[in-house]
């Protein structure tokens, strides 16, 4: 069989016509359409294909269980925004959803409210806070609030030698909704750019840099899960997001207080701090169907 042009992108579409998954054949199908129209449009060459194929190949060498090189390429496509765009369609009021990224770690230490999840990080202090609601303002008792950022190295402790974890945690609101931690004042930082991904980066003459931000993901019976990020307003990365994950909504102040001053739990740190208040709005199930 000598199949040119039209008819093997149609052979090959026709050979999925047997999936018993009506969703998996859609899926199939439709890559093969996509995926055979981008090398017409761009007739691809065999050495491109080449190459294409040992990036890919390098991508998954490099990926470990705490470095997912994929999730960072699906980032710097833009296809992880998109997805979360498409899946999480909120009603108004509810806080919006970005990306998850690729640092998220199962069993991340329990903390009180008020309690410290910076474990030593390097990094200024920060008192995080503020309560979760549903959209009608109402607070949301018992949910679970998980959170990770980097230090001011611009490091998750993933990525150090560590004999702990640190800027990591989760927590559970109280009966008025409220959650309170103290971590570091997050600090921008470029995604890891050693590997693949980061050659795509400086052949598209892009960088790689995220602005300051700290990592939430809240779930709570009855309500569909948020994951989502506070950004440091005034951050000179807001703009050029290597991952496009900035939302106006997202962005918050965080304020700086002289040593000694009371902080808003009681405490009176020694040294200067910052606060940031922020309350996370979650939608119900029913809403986001």
């Known amino acids: 069989m000598d199949l040119q042009g039209d008819g093997l992108t149609e052979a090959v579409v026709a050979s999925f016509g047997n999936s018993t998954d009506p969703r998996t054949r859609t899926l199939l199908t439709s890559l093969v359409r ?4 981008f090398a017409r449009e761009v007739e691809l060459t065999e050495d491109e294909y080449f190459a294409a194929i040992d990036f890919l190949t390098r991508t998954g060498q490099i990926s ?94 993933v990525q150090k030698n560590l004999d702990g ?3 990591r945690g989760h927590l559970h609101t109280d009966a008025d909704g409220n959650y309170a931690f103290w971590a570091v004042k997050p600090v921008a930082y470029p995604i890891p750019d050693d590997g693949p991904v980061g050659e795509l980066l400086r052949a598209g003459g892009r960088g790689p840099m995220r602005p300051a931000h700290i990592h939430f ?10 994951i989502t990020h ?7 990365h807001l703009e050029d997001d290597a991952v496009f994950g900035v939302k106006d909504s ?7 207080h002289p040593a000694g001053t009371a902080a808003p739990d009681g405490t009176t740190p020694g040294r200067p701090y910052y606060t940031v208040h922020y309350d996370l709005v979650l939608a119900t199930t029913e809403e986001t169907q």
Not at 89 to 115: H, L, N, Y
Not at 138 to 150: C, D, I, M, R, S
Request: net charge negative.
């Open 34 to 37: 996509h995926l055979h129209a």
């Open 64 to 157: 470990t269980g705490t470095r997912q090189e994929f999730v960072l390429l699906a980032d710097v496509l833009g296809l992880s925004m998109l997805t979360v765009g498409l899946e999480n369609r909120k009603p108004p009021g509810a806080t919006q959803s970005t990306v998850f990224g690729p640092f998220f770690v199962e069993g991340s230490p329990e903390v009180g409210i008020g309690g410290d999840i910076a474990n030593g990080a390097p990094g200024r202090p920060c008192l995080v806070s503020g309560r979760v609601l549903n959209t009608k303002g109402e607070p949301v008792a018992g949910a679970l609030v998980e959170t990770w950022q980097a230090d001011e190295e611009g490091f998750y402790d």
């Open 165 to 167: 974890p640190q800027n």
């Open 250 to 256: 997202l962005v918050a102040e965080f304020t700086e």
């Open 217 to 226: 993901m809240v779930t709570a019976p009855g309500y569909s899960r948020l």
């Open 230 to 236: 506070v950004f440091a307003a005034g951050d000179e």
